[in-house]
């Protein structure tokens, strides 16, 4: 019985472990900014090794993304669990709901970040590293619903993936930028309507 328990535990502390790492990475970009993080900074302030670091992230740039990474797996989760009979958009429009209805508020510390990534290149371009990943998933899991036969070639599944991500990206930029009087999802959700009705 110890031998099934153990590596469940093993797989719990490795995970705090990661938690750990990104949450001290971020810490420390928001107190001395981005450039100024260092991978050795962020390992002492979690009291582990630099070879420990190495053996969750590459590099800084993977620690401070480790939430949306996490965030866009759950989301991915969530479109394949909907019924097989659902077209893709509408699989991935509910998906999006469920998620951020459970997620309700965004975190403010969250929001802080997307706001610092727009200010440094560097990591925006690592944000749409870590966003091309999941559109590659998601792509996948649209193509799955189309099947081979009405999408031989992956394209409308892409373009399908590529939209939904880009009508979640383009209005969290709004809402963060201009504060409307209304939640993030309620303006993602009728954004996504919208854009929907050309793959209905």
């Given at each position: 019985m110890s031998?099934?328990?153990?590596?469940g535990l093993r797989?719990?502390?490795k995970a705090a472990t990661r938690q750990a790492l990104h949450e001290a990475a971020l810490r420390l970009a928001f107190e001395h900014g981005p450039e100024n993080v260092t991978v050795e900074a962020i390992a002492d302030e979690t009291g582990v090794s630099r070879r420990t670091f190495s053996n969750y992230f590459a590099n800084k740039e993977e620690a401070l993304f480790y939430g949306d990474l996490q965030r866009m797996r759950q989301l991915a989760g969530l479109v394949r669990a909907r019924p097989a009979d659902e077209t893709p958009w509408a699989a991935l429009s509910a998906?999006?709901?469920?998620?951020y209805r459970e997620l309700g508020d965004l975190d403010p510390d969250w929001m802080t970040r997307n706001r610092m990534v727009?200010?440094?290149p560097s990591l925006a371009a690592a944000q749409v590293q870590t966003f091309a990943a999941l559109e590659r998933e998601m792509a996948a899991e649209v193509a799955a619903?189309?099947?081979?036969a009405t999408d031989p070639l992956g394209l409308r599944s892409q373009l399908i993936a590529g939209t939904f991500l880009s009508v979640l990206r383009?209005?969290?930029?709004?809402?963060?930028e201009r504060r409307p009087d209304v939640g993030y999802w309620d303006l993602a959700g009728e954004s996504l309507a919208e854009a929907g009705?050309?793959?209905?």
């Amino acid at each position: 019985m110890s031998e099934t328990a153990e590596p469940g535990l093993r797989e719990r502390k490795k995970a705090a472990t990661r938690q750990a790492l990104h949450e001290a990475a971020l810490r420390l970009a928001f107190e001395h900014g981005p450039e100024n993080v260092t991978v050795e900074a962020i390992a002492d302030e979690t009291g582990v090794s630099r070879r420990t670091f190495s053996n969750y992230f590459a590099n800084k740039e993977e620690a401070l993304f480790y939430g949306d990474l996490q965030r866009m797996r759950q989301l991915a989760g969530l479109v394949r669990a909907r019924p097989a009979d659902e077209t893709p958009w509408a699989a991935l429009s509910a998906a999006a709901e469920e998620f951020y209805r459970e997620l309700g508020d965004l975190d403010p510390d969250w929001m802080t970040r997307n706001r610092m990534v727009r200010r440094h290149p560097s990591l925006a371009a690592a944000q749409v590293q870590t966003f091309a990943a999941l559109e590659r998933e998601m792509a996948a899991e649209v193509a799955a619903r189309l099947g081979p036969a009405t999408d031989p070639l992956g394209l409308r599944s892409q373009l399908i993936a590529g939209t939904f991500l880009s009508v979640l990206r383009i209005s969290l930029n709004v809402w963060l930028e201009r504060r409307p009087d209304v939640g993030y999802w309620d303006l993602a959700g009728e954004s996504l309507a919208e854009a929907g009705r050309g793959f209905a």
